[in-house]
C-alpha cells in the first residue's frame, strides 16, 4: 500500500529524495519493485485506489490547488504507464477516507463519514 500525498516529486526539492513514499511518480514505481523483488508478477497484481478528495479549501483556492483531483490523476497515469489496470476505485468527493486491507482475502474496506463502508 502507498499513501499518495502529493502528485509530483519533482516540485518537492530534496525533501522527495528522503520522502519517496508520499510522491505518485516515486512511491508506486518504488513498491512494484519491491513486490517483485519478493516475488510478485506484475501480470498477477491488482491494483485498487481510494483517497483523493478535496476536503479543504483554502480561502477560495480549492479549486486551483485541486491536489486530490490531482494526486488520483497522476495514480492513474503511473499505474498505465507500469502497465497496471486499476481493477476498483474509491475516489474523489470531500470526505476523507479510512483504508483497511484484508491480507487473507484481498478486500479493501473504505470507510467514509456518514456512509456505508465500501468493499473494493
Known sequence: MAHIM???SSLSGANALTNRGKFADTA???LIEAMQRE???KERMVVKIAGGAQMFSFNGL???IQIGARNVAAVEKI???MGLKITNRSVGGNVG?????DLET???TIKML????IIL
Open 6 to 8: 502529493l502528485p509530483d
Open 114 to 117: 456518514n456512509s456505508p463502508d
Open 62 to 64: 480549492n479549486n486551483q
Open 106 to 108: 484481498g478486500n479493501v
Open 97 to 101: 477516507r479510512s483504508v483497511l486491507m
Open 79 to 81: 499505474i498505465a504507464e
Open 39 to 41: 516475488g510478485a508478477m
Open 28 to 30: 508506486i514505481p518504488d
